[in-house]
């Protein structure tokens, strides 16, 4: 079976920080990745994905991963985090035509 | 791109009756997919067509619950004699292709289900 695991529900960190979020994956086949962010009372929006190729991916607003098989992990970083990045983030893995989603990780920016 | 819409945005409903919910997929997109997301979690599929078929049922999908998608267009999703459980947000999701798999799902802003 299929899993995605979010290491840490809730991430704090000081605007102009690093951010780190972390997503480990399970997966018999070769995983397709992907990282969307939640904003309060709206549907998720893609950050970027992973397919094939190059592992390390960028995506919108400064986001970028880094896909390693060895470690099964997909971490999305920022290196300098905004105040409009508070928000909920969502590494998912795509199983045949559904997303399986891991649970969530709730970044907040500290002033 | 109008992005994926869903109607209604909010439903308040008491305990044991019907609801119904729309969603409107990105125009171009044969795959449309149902996901429904209680409070602290992750989205949880619940059902995918392509075009006019549903090819795919979670188990989470009781009785209770239908999905339609007339025609390849829109879809509405039932709940019939909902239950407190129900509550969640319910998110549909578009995308484009045939063998491809990795083509991203573009997601709508959700329909929000209280029962009362």
């Known amino acids: 079976a299929q899993s995605v695991t979010q290491l840490g529900s809730h991430v704090s960190v000081s605007e102009g920080a690093l951010v780190l979020l972390r997503c480990n994956y399970s997966?018999?086949?070769?995983?397709?990745l992907f990282w969307y962010v939640q904003y309060p009372n709206q549907g998720l929006q893609l950050l970027l994905k992973y397919t094939t190729g190059a592992t390390l991916v960028k995506g919108i607003n400064g986001f970028e991963a880094e896909f390693k098989k060895s470690e099964t992990s997909f971490h999305l970083t920022k290196p300098s985090a905004h105040m409009s990045d508070a928000a909920e983030y969502f590494c998912a893995l795509q199983g045949a035509q559904k997303l399986v989603f891991g649970q969530g990780t709730r970044l907040t920016i500290n002033p | 791109d109008t992005g994926v819409s869903q109607d209604p945005r909010h439903k308040i409903t008491k305990r044991g009756q019907n609801v119904t919910f729309r969603c409107d997929p990105i125009s171009e997109h044969n795959r449309l997919y149902w996901y429904r997301q209680t409070l602290g979690q992750g989205p949880e599929f619940l059902t995918y067509f392509q075009n006019e078929a549903q090819l795919e049922k979670s188990r989470l999908l009781s009785d209770r619950f239908s999905a339609e998608r007339p025609k390849g267009s829109f879809s509405t999703l039932e709940i019939q004699r909902t239950e407190q459980g129900d509550s969640a947000m319910y998110l549909c999701?578009?995308?484009?292709?045939?063998?491809?798999?990795?083509?991203?799902?573009?997601f709508g802003d959700g329909t929000r289900l209280s029962i009362l």
């Open positions: 997966s018999s086949v070769p995983p397709y």
């Open positions: 999701a578009s995308s484009l292709g045939e063998r491809e798999v990795n083509q991203p799902q573009h």
